[in-house]
């Protein structure tokens, strides 16, 4: 099964990603994992890509569709992958396209989580996350031990674009640039909108139900 997680900043992509991967064993593809990784170890990749994310702006397409295209070749992504952030515009969506036509995997399904902004600002701002991946909140999710990884015992810090300043401008951003994408999936009839407002785990059984179909 090939799956979409789709929606603003904060919506909780992420956070169902994770539950997928551990229920389904499908990869989770995540650009800005793939990114933030690129800058923590410093390479041209990240270098380049450091200015667009601490202002909150989209990373160039080019340098986008580049990394989707490589990763979705991967020998793991055969059996279904999650992919989470990607696509954020329009050139990338029809990059996918062409991309998963050519090696015959075409997305199933679009999971549109829908969460107003001012919910979307909490949650950014109570973000907590590990280099593993893993996310949490301060308040809605918190760490079992203080501070620690519940997954890989790492250190949990706050992302450094997760702040007051660039958080407007990331939902700006998503409004104008990704927001669009939401009738371009609904056009070709594979988009499916869920409330995620509610808890971790009532999103994630929806979800559950929701692929039941497909499985
Ligand atoms: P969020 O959790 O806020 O949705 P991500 O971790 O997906 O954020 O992305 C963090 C940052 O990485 C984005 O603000 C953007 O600068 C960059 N980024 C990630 N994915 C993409 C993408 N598909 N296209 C362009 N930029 C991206
Ligand atoms: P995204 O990947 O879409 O940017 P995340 O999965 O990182 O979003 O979630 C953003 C923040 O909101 C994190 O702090 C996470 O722990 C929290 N969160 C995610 N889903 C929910 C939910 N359903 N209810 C409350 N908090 C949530
Ligand atoms: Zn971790």
């Known amino acids: 099964?090939?799956?979409?997680?789709?929606?603003?900043?904060?919506?909780g992509k992420g956070t169902q990603a994770k539950k997928l991967v551990?229920?389904?064993?499908?990869?989770?593809?995540?650009?800005?994992?793939?990114?933030?990784?690129?800058?923590?170890?410093?390479?041209?990749?990240?270098?380049?890509?450091?200015?667009?994310?601490?202002?909150?702006?989209?990373?160039?397409?080019d340098v986008l569709i580049g990394i989707i295209k490589n990763r979705l070749k991967e020998e793991d992504c055969k059996k279904g992958f999650i992919l989470d952030g990607y696509p954020r515009t329009v050139p990338q969506a029809d990059a996918l396209e062409a991309i998963l036509d050519e090696i015959g995997r075409p997305i199933d399904v679009v999971l549109n989580l829908e969460?107003?902004?001012?919910?979307?600002?909490?949650?950014?701002?109570?973000?907590?996350?590990?280099?593993c991946g893993a996310s949490y909140h301060i308040i809605s999710n918190p760490p079992?031990?203080?501070r620690i990884c519940d997954i890989c015992g790492g250190e949990v810090f706050?992302?450094?674009?997760?702040?007051?300043?660039?958080?407007?401008?990331?939902l700006d951003v998503y409004e104008k640039q990704t927001q669009p994408l939401i009738n371009y999936y609904k056009k070709k009839g594979i988009l499916v909108t869920l409330d995620g407002r509610r808890g971790i785990d009532v999103v994630f059984n929806n979800i559950k139900g929701i692929l039941a179909k497909f499985a």
């Open 144 to 146: 079992k031990k203080d």
């Open 115 to 131: 969460v107003h902004d001012e919910m979307l600002v909490g949650r950014i701002s109570g973000r907590l996350m590990c280099k």
């Open 158 to 170: 706050q992302r450094a674009d997760d702040n007051a300043e660039t958080v407007d401008n990331r």
């Open 1 to 11: 099964m090939n799956i979409m997680l789709f929606g603003p900043p904060g919506a």
């Open 22 to 61: 551990d229920f389904y064993g499908f990869p989770q593809i995540s650009t800005g994992d793939i990114l933030r990784a690129n800058v923590r170890e410093g390479t041209e990749l990240g270098l380049a890509a450091k200015a667009y994310m601490d202002k909150g702006e989209l990373v160039p397409d």
